[in-house]
Every structure is written in structure tokens, then in C-alpha cells.
T-cell receptor, first 112, second 115 residues
Framework: GENVEQHPSTLSVQEGDSAVIKCTYSDSASNYFPWYKQELGKGPQLIID?????GEKKDQRIAVTLNKTAKHFSLHITETQPEDSAVYFCAALSGGYQKVTFGTGTKLQVIP | DTGVSQDPRHKITKRGQNVTFRCDPI?????LYWYRQTLGQGPEFLTY????????KSRLLSDRFSAERPKGSFSTLEIQRTEQGDSAMYLCASSLGLANYNEQFFGPGTRLTVL
């Protein structure tokens, strides 16, 4: 089955700096890669996603890149703000039943 | 608020008791998923429904676990003879059943503590 690895596990940045989270996946059949933000006591919330036929996608301060050959994808957050502090999960979707495999999460702390 | 609701939000039970959780998906979504999340980990897939049909189950779903979606709307997840290792957050998600539409909307979860 699919295996998703995520690094780093924790990340502290100064407000205004950029944050980068990297993930790798194992199943070459995976074709959809969502990123979720999870705040304390809440369920994961989708913040951006990318399909396997696209190399990069951007939404305001958030961007995601995908390298299918190397099987890795990354989340970039620019101009970080304290409200960006949360746990971020990458994920990969494969199989006919839309099964999503999550990474282990990155706890991002933005220091004011 | 994603529109997916779960009840209860918290459940404390003693080892050996049975517990049941409910998930109400977004009304037009015909796909429904259950995940389990332990502290410091990402959610792990448990099972998936398309309408009322349970189409896939993870090996994590032992015979003490059962899930239903009787009318293709809300779903229940029951754990029988709970064990301390069952303590976790149980998350429900729903999605539209359209080709190439993959976004899953998560509920707030039910946090289970088994004493």
C-alpha cells in the first residue's frame, strides 16, 4: 500500500518568514495530493491540493509543488502569520476507492 | 465548520464497554469515510462507504469494530469490548461521488478515552 513520509516533524519560523514542508510517497499510482491544516481540537481542513498532471499550484500565500518522477511534493507558505500555527498533514490518494494516506504531520509554530 | 458533524465530541468509557459514534455527512455527499487518529500521528483510514455500501475496510478494523450507513446518509461506528488501545480521535469525512472529485471534508471528530 501507499506510504507517505513527511519532514520536518516540527518547524519554528519568525513571523513573515517562509515555511517549507516536504513529503514523499511510494505508490506511483497515486494521483491526488491534498494538504490539510489541523488546529487543536478540530478535524483536518483542506488548504490546497494538487493533481498528478500538474507540477505547481498556488493560492495566495500557499503553494504546492509536485515532482512525480521523484515522488515528492512540498508545501510552501510565504509571509507566515501567527494564525498559520497548526499541524499540517500531507496526504496521497490512490486506488479506486479514494483511500487517503496521511503523513505523520508537521507542527508549525510562527513566532510573532 | 465543514458541514460534517459528529456526535458525541468526547466519550469516556471503561474497558470492555461498547461505544457507538455517529457521523452526519454533508447532505449531497454520497461517499463517507472513517479515520482514526492517535496523538502525534496522521489520520489512518478505517473504512469507506459509497451510499449505503461499505466498499473497503482497513486491516485496522478488527472484528470488534463495525460501521454502518443504513440509508446512505448518516453513519455509525461501533466498537465492542473496548480496549485501552482504542483510545484515539475518530474522524469522519465525506465527499461528492463524482469522477475526479477527490476533496474530503472532515468533521470535528469524536475523542474516545478508554479507562
Amino acid at each position: 500500500g501507499e506510504n507517505v513520509e513527511q519532514h520536518p516533524s516540527t518547524l519554528s519560523v519568525q513571523e513573515g518568514d517562509s515555511a517549507v514542508i516536504k513529503c514523499t510517497y511510494s505508490d506511483s499510482a497515486s494521483n491526488y495530493f491534498p494538504w490539510y491544516k489541523q488546529e487543536l481540537g478540530k478535524g483536518p481542513q483542506l488548504i490546497i491540493d494538487i493533481r498528478s498532471n500538474v507540477g505547481e499550484k498556488k493560492d495566495q500565500r500557499i503553494a504546492v509543488t509536485l515532482n512525480k518522477t521523484a515522488k515528492h511534493f512540498s508545501l510552501h507558505i510565504t509571509e507566515t502569520q501567527p494564525e498559520d500555527s497548526a499541524v499540517y498533514f500531507c496526504a496521497a490518494l490512490s486506488g479506486g476507492y479514494q483511500k487517503v494516506t496521511f503523513g505523520t504531520g508537521t507542527k508549525l509554530q510562527v513566532i510573532p | 465548520d465543514t458541514g460534517v458533524s459528529q456526535d458525541p465530541r468526547h466519550k469516556i468509557t471503561k474497558r470492555g464497554q461498547n461505544v457507538t459514534f455517529r457521523c452526519d455527512p454533508i447532505s449531497e455527499h454520497n461517499r463517507l469515510y472513517w479515520y482514526r487518529q492517535t496523538l502525534g500521528q496522521g489520520p489512518e483510514f478505517l473504512t469507506y462507504f459509497q451510499n449505503e455500501a461499505q466498499l473497503e475496510k482497513s486491516r485496522l478494523l478488527s472484528d470488534r469494530f463495525s460501521a454502518e450507513r443504513p440509508k446512505g446518509s448518516f453513519s455509525t461506528l461501533e466498537i465492542q469490548r473496548t480496549e485501552q488501545g482504542d483510545s484515539a480521535m475518530y474522524l469522519c469525512a465525506s465527499s461528492l461521488g463524482l469522477a475526479n472529485y477527490n476533496e474530503q471534508f472532515f468533521g470535528p471528530g469524536t475523542r474516545l478515552t478508554v479507562l
